[in-house]
């Protein structure tokens, strides 16, 4: 995936473009860039800002369409009238997702607009925007009223909305208990997201966030799953921020978990194989991967969604999570306290024709049978952990495959069991297809 972050140069490397590409690179995409304005600034002060000129403004996006096919764009700082205009031209007609940020002032004081050209951000840049991502400040500026008893975030969003964005993502709204609320305006539904306060004051939370969004509206996630994503993301890297320099801290994006990185990859893979989409339950599929010596399904990471059915394809839906999966990640957890390098599984349609598939192979199999289980445990809610003690209470070697054939109301199951998620895929071509 190619991603376009069109905005100024912070020499920190903290925001602007500099920061998107670190983020951009982070989620596997490659970044682009287009500089409107070049900045002098460190963690503790800004000092100048130079706006380049519309040529090299022009070129700098012509050579870069009539090269690379991008997935998303992302627009920062743009700094001036002349900018805007251009930027315009040259946009307009494109069928690209745009995320909009609409950075007004830096943390460290520096105007990133200059106020006479509020108005033709307004008109030109803001109806380019597939989200327009505006923190409370910002967002008061563009719609020139206050947030307060008279005027509800929503108001002002309507407002910005009209402006000809299609989704507006109002940032950073103190909530109650310590929480930090994220309002979003989609075309006909509206809500709420909150997330953990992370007090500390940081360089480049704003830019995390709005590369967040366009990685994951031009990766097909939902306004919804990408306000999720963003959210995330960003408090992760405050909460992983470094004083780099003197000043204020660089918000820092740590790479991402080596479990995380294996299981996208394994999932990317799974949902490429051919008729797969026959191997998929009523129920649906989750791939789990375990962080070593789990304590409880909070450690183990696997899908908030399913990979779903879609005609003769399969999908993911959701993102991945730690604590994601509670069945499948219950199943993991379990054999994982016997067998301690078991770290990863995924359930599978029972089907008769599997089953002899794996009897012929050389995998251990066991199986389990819901009917033998008590009236007390099923109302106890603790069938995966009996099932799976069960099937594993006689076995010397780490199962490979744990089926069961159902009860009343209760779909047949197989959960496949590895090391790592692509030993499962390993495991799978040779019982599938
Ligand atoms: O975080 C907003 C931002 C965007 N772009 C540039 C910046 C800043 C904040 O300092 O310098 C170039």
Not at 4 to 19: H, N, T, V
């Amino acid at each position: 995936m190619n991603l376009l972050s069109i905005g100024g140069s912070d020499p920190s490397s903290g925001a602007g473009i500099q920061s998107d590409v670190k983020s951009f690179s982070e989620f596997g995409a490659y970044g682009l860039t287009v500089i409107t304005a070049i900045t002098g600034q460190n963690t503790s002060s800004f000092g100048m800002i130079e706006a380049v000129s519309k040529k090299i403004l022009k070129n700098q996006i012509e050579s870069i369409l009539t090269d690379f096919k991008i997935n998303g764009i992302k627009i920062g700082m743009v700094f001036n009238s002349e900018i805007i205009k251009t930027l315009y031209q040259q946009l307009k007609k494109l069928k690209i997702p745009i995320v909009v940020d609409p950075v007004i002032k830096s943390t460290t004081g520096g105007a990133l607009i200059e106020s006479k050209a509020i108005k033709d951000f307004q008109k030109y840049i803001i109806p380019l925007a597939t989200v327009i991502t505006p923190n409370k400040f910002e967002a008061e500026i563009l719609s020139k009223s206050k947030i307060n008893s008279k005027n509800s975030i929503e108001k002002i969003a309507k407002i910005i909305q009209k402006m000809g964005a299609k989704n507006v993502v109002i940032t950073g709204i103190e909530g109650k208990n310590n929480k930090i609320i994220d309002f979003v305006l989609e075309k006909s539904t509206k809500y709420m997201i909150s997330g953990d306060r992370i007090s500390s004051t940081n360089h480049g939370s704003g830019c995390n966030y709005s590369a967040a969004i366009v990685f994951a509206i031009s990766n097909k996630k939902t306004i919804r799953e990408s306000v999720k994503f963003a959210k995330e993301f960003t408090q992760d890297s405050i909460k992983n921020s470094k004083k780099v320099g003197n000043g204020i801290k660089i918000t820092n994006i740590h790479k991402k978990d080596q479990i995380n990185a294996e299981l996208s990859q394994s999932i990317n893979e799974f949902i490429k194989i051919k008729n797969i989409y026959k191997n998929i339950p009523e129920c649906q599929t989750n791939f789990v991967y375990s962080k070593p010596k789990p304590k409880s399904t909070k450690d183990i990471l696997g899908l908030s969604g399913r990979i779903v059915k879609a005609g003769n394809e399969v999908v993911v839906a959701g993102s991945l999570a730690y604590g994601g999966s509670k069945h499948v990640a219950t199943a993991l957890l379990v054999v994982n306290k016997k067998f301690p390098h078991i770290q990863s599984a995924i359930n599978l349609k029972y089907e008769k024709s599997i089953i002899s598939k794996i009897k012929k192979s050389k995998f251990l199999i066991s199986s389990y049978d819901r009917i033998k289980e008590s009236k007390d445990n099923k109302i106890k809610g603790s069938s995966v952990e009996w099932g799976i003690n069960n099937a594993i209470k006689n076995l010397k070697s780490s199962p490979d495959i744990i089926f069961h054939k159902g009860d009343f109301g209760k779909e047949p199951m197989i959960i496949i069991f590895g090391d790592k998620p692509k030993n499962i895929l390993k495991k799978l071509s040779k019982i599938t297809g």
